[in-house]
């Protein structure tokens, strides 16, 4: 009985000492948060702002990726999310407010808006306003960018994000073509066990097995489609090359900027691409290329290769490790490998 009691004692006693703890941790942090670096009124006012999207953090960790959401976003209900941002920002190209214009903002470079005296706090984080970049900005400005003077809350939900920046995508009438995380090497192992999990309910290894080996049939047969429409244009797209300007191109490359650089030895997350044209495949000294991509080095990027793996980069070279979904638009590819070579001229 007096053990059973000293033991209520003891664990009492600890419980309360740590919550006391707990407590004061999380009461430090929102000392911190709160009153750190940038703590201006406007800022305070987000706190309240952010209460209307519960459950936007569980969505994000057991939910679709934001790259599905983007895909398969309603810009009609992004229109209503705008309404968040009107206060300052104007879609119209040059009208800038007390934010710059955002007229073709996904896909832009970040900073760029004529006129707009920017605080340099984006440029520090970030080249080009990709659609995830514009996610993670927007879900939490001050936080992605310390010192930013963007005064907004953020929009916490992934799914609101998402139809805000496929309304916002649409101001210049040229869509964004998100990469899938799934076309990156690493990331593909997983999603694809995923699927084959949730289609064959009580699985075996040699299902997945069999779902792999099926995908990878699905890919070699979209390889062959592209092969065949060039074959059918022979000649073709050299001629179109030829024939584009090169100005055209410099839109479609802001795609491309995140990972590429046209100097010579100027490597990112993508080989530096300097006279990419006719240049051996896979052959940047110091790059880590993927067994794909190696194993196709005896050839080299005439235009009609690249055309091919700039339309499909996930079927021209299954494996490979370049996370970009393609450029659909046969003239737009073209116009970009004329920029690529004036550029780099
Ligand atoms: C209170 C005014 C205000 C509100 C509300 C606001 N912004 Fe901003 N926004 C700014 C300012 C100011 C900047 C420039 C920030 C800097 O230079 O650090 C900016 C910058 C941006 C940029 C970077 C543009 C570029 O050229 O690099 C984007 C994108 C953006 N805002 C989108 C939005 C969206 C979308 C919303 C609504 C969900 C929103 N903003 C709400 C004031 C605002
Ligand atoms: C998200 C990053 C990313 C984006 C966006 C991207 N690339 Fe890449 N790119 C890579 C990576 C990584 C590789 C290396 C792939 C490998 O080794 O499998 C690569 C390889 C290449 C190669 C082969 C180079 C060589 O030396 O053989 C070319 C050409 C290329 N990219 C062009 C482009 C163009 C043009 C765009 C824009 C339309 C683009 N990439 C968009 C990451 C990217």
Do not use: C, F, W
């Given at each position: 009985m007096f053990d059973t009691m000293t033991l209520t004692k003891v664990v009492g006693a600890f419980c309360g000492a740590l919550l006391i703890f707990l407590l004061g941790g999380w009461a430090a942090e929102l000392i911190y948060h709160t009153?750190?670096?940038?703590?201006d009124d406007h800022k305070q006012a987000y706190v309240i702002e952010?209460?209307?999207?519960?459950g936007g953090e569980a969505a994000e960790d057991a939910g679709p990726s934001f790259e599905e959401l983007f895909v398969a976003a309603d810009a009609g209900k992004g229109e209503r999310v705008y309404n968040k941002c009107k206060a300052c920002h104007?879609?119209?190209?040059?009208?800038?407010?007390?934010g710059p214009y955002?007229?073709?903002?996904?896909?832009r470079e970040v900073?760029?808006?004529?006129g707009f005296g920017y605080s340099g706090s984006l440029k520090a984080v970030v080249d080009v306003w990709t659609p995830q970049e514009l996610s993670a900005f927007l879900e939490n400005p001050a936080g992605y960018?310390?010192?930013?003077?963007?005064?907004f809350a953020g929009v916490k939900d992934m799914e609101d994000r998402a139809n805000l920046i496929a309304y916002l995508d649409q101001s210049d009438g040229d869509t964004y073509e998100i990469e899938m995380p799934a076309a990156a090497e690493e990331a593909a192992a997983e999603p694809a066990a995923e699927e084959a999990a949730t289609e064959e309910?009580?699985?075996?290894?040699a299902a997945t097995e069999e779902a792999a080996t099926e995908e990878a049939a699905t890919e070699e047969a979209a390889a062959e489609a592209p092969a065949a429409e060039e074959a059918a244009a022979a000649g073709g797209f050299a001629d179109m090359v030829a024939a584009a300007d090169p100005a055209d191109g410099k839109k479609a490359w802001r795609q491309c900027q995140a990972c590429h650089k046209?100097?010579?030895?100027?490597?990112?997350?993508?080989?530096?691409?300097?006279?990419?044209?006719?240049?051996?495949?896979?052959?940047?000294?110091g790059f880590r290329y993927s067994s794909a991509l190696q194993d196709l080095s005896d050839k080299a990027w005439t235009v009609d290769e690249l055309n091919a793996w700039l339309e499909d980069p996930k079927a021209y070279?299954?494996?490979?490790?370049?996370?970009y979904r393609g450029l659909r638009k046969e003239e737009d590819r073209a116009a970009l490998i004329a920029y690529m070579q004036s550029a780099t001229e």
């Open positions: 009153g750190g670096g940038h703590g952010t209460g209307d999207d519960e104007q879609l119209e190209e040059g009208a800038n407010g007390a955002l007229y073709g903002v996904v896909g900073a760029s808006a004529d960018a310390p010192g930013t003077t963007m005064g309910a009580a699985t075996e290894e046209l100097e010579d030895g100027k490597n990112g997350v993508g080989p530096h691409l300097a006279n990419i044209v006719d240049r051996p495949i896979a052959s940047v000294e070279a299954p494996g490979n490790k370049m996370s």
